[in-house]
């Protein structure tokens, strides 16, 4: 299965969240990520300099859920847990 996620990022550092247009419009467009593959899950990730924060739709139609955790893998291992 595939997982896709729509990635940006906002121009400050510290605890990221999505702006009412970015709700709005993660909403409008997350159906067709589900017509593609549609096991899902699928989502959006917000960056901004030093955090991130992400939400996921595990089903097409289902309301978006907060992921509380973040986990950057690569040369180095890094865990954030989600700031509500």
């Known amino acids: ?14 605890n990221p969240w999505f702006s009412k247009y970015d709700l709005d ?4 467009f997350m159906p067709d990520f589900f ?3 549609p096991g899902g899950p699928h989502g959006a990730l917000l960056l901004s300099h030093d955090s991130a924060t ?3 739709w595990t089903a097409k139609g289902a ?4 992921i509380r955790e973040i986990v950057l893998f690569g040369p180095t291992l890094k865990s954030a847990k989600a700031k509500t």
């Open 54 to 56: 992400a939400i996921v």
């Open 35 to 37: 017509h593609v593959t």
């Open 63 to 66: 309301a978006p859920q907060l």
């Open 25 to 28: 419009e993660s909403s409008k």
């Open 1 to 14: 299965q595939l997982a896709a996620f729509h990635v940006h990022r906002h121009e400050h550092t510290g």
